[in-house]
């Protein structure tokens, strides 16, 4: 595909410059997440034979999310706009977020009109992950992934943010700043199959459920303090019913056991989602660099 890629965004920057929007020195930015295969060689060869493409390969496999972070770290211009390399999202679009860049916003977000393109599978997850953000008070725009338009304001605002636990489609509308929206429709994807599994939108989920917001925490203890308080009713019906000689009183598998399962749990659930933070916890506390750049194109 990143031979496509380049080709389509070559003309998408020359058509930009034609039309004045952008300046001649404007530039595309490839970053290369540790690849194990040629792509980095591809990369170089674009630089080599158009002085408008620029690589960074990070030194290891970090992630989306990181991969993303360092190419907006590195990458220089007065606004920069990210997308990912399979070029599902629309390109036409650049045109319109760089002029609502110009009418004074500092982000502009790149938002899916629709996703027909995607699986059914897929937009069953994407919507369930939309409603959980929206449910734990994440500001996350729904059908928005990581296509947008960011100032240098906003880029420099952005570096600010140094967690461990970057989650950017929470963190960039946490800036504040001036910002629209543009709509498109979702392409399928060309070339190539899609790294992005299931495994890993669940990652990507919990990344910012835990990252955004201790709902989790305040859910567990409200289920915590209704349970304990059927347990202390029913455990006053049975000492009750034993006193008074009741039938029911006969002890019984049932009543011993399914509460031993509801609370033991219910404790096991609790643990996992302290866990979850005191990871985060942990992990913060180290400070390590969230990316570290092997090495860059000549012409960089």
């Known amino acids: 595909m990143l031979p496509i890629t380049a080709r389509e965004l070559g003309s998408k920057i020359d058509s930009l410059i034609a039309s004045g929007l952008i300046s001649d020195s404007s530039a595309i930015y490839f970053v290369d997440d540790g690849s194990s295969d040629n792509t980095w060689e591809l990369i170089v060869e674009?630089?080599?034979?158009?002085?408008?493409?620029?690589?960074?390969?990070?030194?290891?496999?970090?992630?989306?999310?990181?991969?993303?972070?360092?190419?907006?770290?590195?990458?220089?211009?007065?606004?920069?706009?990210?997308?990912?390399?399979?070029?599902?999202?629309?390109?036409?679009?650049?045109?319109?977020?760089?002029m609502r860049y110009s009418e004074g916003s500092q982000i502009v977000y790149g938002v899916r009109s629709e996703r027909s393109s995607d699986t059914r599978f897929k937009?069953?997850?994407?919507?369930?992950h939309y409603r959980l953000a929206s449910f734990f008070d994440i500001e996350a725009l729904p059908n928005h992934a990581d296509y947008r338009l960011m100032s240098r304001r906003a880029i420099e605002m952005l570096a600010q943010y140094r967690e461990t636990n970057i989650y950017l489609r929470g963190v960039v509308p946490l800036l504040g700043l001036p910002s629209a929206v543009v709509y498109y429709k979702r392409e399928e994807r060309r070339e190539g199959i899609s790294k992005y599994g299931?495994?890993?939108m669940l990652g990507l989920s919990v990344q910012g459920i835990t990252s955004f917001s201790i709902m989790p925490l305040r859910i567990i203890s409200v289920v915590g303090?209704?349970?304990?308080?059927?347990?202390?009713?029913?455990?006053?019906?049975?000492?009750?019913?034993?006193?008074?000689?009741?039938?029911?009183?006969i002890a019984g598998w049932a009543s011993t056991v399914i509460p031993i399962y509801l609370l033991g749990g219910l404790q096991l659930l609790a643990i996992g989602v302290a866990g979850e933070y005191i990871g985060k916890t942990y992990m913060e506390t180290k400070r390590r660099p969230l990316y570290q750049v092997e090495k860059t194109t000549n012409n960089e």
């Open 123 to 128: 937009r069953w997850s994407a919507s369930i």
């Open 46 to 98: 674009f630089a080599t034979q158009n002085s408008r493409f620029h690589g960074i390969k990070l030194s290891r496999n970090h992630g989306h999310q990181y991969a993303l972070y360092a190419g907006l770290m590195e990458a220089k211009g007065d606004c920069l706009i990210s997308l990912d390399a399979d070029l599902q999202d629309d390109i036409g679009v650049m045109d319109q977020m760089i």
């Open 198 to 200: 299931l495994k890993d």
């Open 225 to 249: 303090m209704l349970v304990f308080f059927i347990s202390f009713l029913f455990g006053g019906w049975a000492l009750h019913a034993a006193l008074t000689g009741n039938s029911a009183a």
